[in-house]
């Protein structure tokens, strides 16, 4: 059992950065795989990044391949999505989610936790 809370979210200008966090609890936490999601309104979940259980390997959709970075820090039960050149199109709710597998996966059916959501908007 995992529990997941997204925190960092805000309003960012176009061009800007921001770095959102997830905090895990749960024993079994530096087995699981993480990833980030994220849901604009009336529009579909669509993967954003996911990282590894150990950190060794990461995946990025194209669409933020380049600005985002993911990272995690297993002894602080916390998983890290770096975001720069931010875009208004990145405006969206982001989730983060854990997987009961170790690789690093990019469909929504793959995981198995997901946070509440932390909101992110890119306007000027």
């Known amino acids: 059992q995992v529990q997941l809370v997204e925190s960092g979210g805000g309003l960012v200008q176009p061009g800007g950065s921001l770095s959102v966090s997830c905090a895990a609890s749960?024993?079994?936490?530096?087995?699981?795989?993480m990833g980030w999601f994220r849901q604009a309104p009336g529009k579909e979940r669509e993967f954003v990044a996911a990282?590894?259980?150990?950190?060794?390997?990461?995946r990025y959709d194209d669409s933020v391949k380049g600005r985002f970075t993911n990272s995690r820090d297993n002894a602080k039960n916390t998983v890290y999505l770096q975001m720069n050149s931010l875009k208004p199109e990145d405006t969206a709710v982001y989730y983060c989610a854990a997987a009961r597998f170790g690789a690093a996966m990019t469909q929504r059916a793959q995981y198995m936790y997901w946070g509440q959501g932390t909101q992110v908007t890119v306007s000027s």
């Open positions: 749960g024993r079994t936490f530096s087995t699981y795989a």
């Open positions: 990282i590894s259980w150990t950190g060794g390997s990461t």
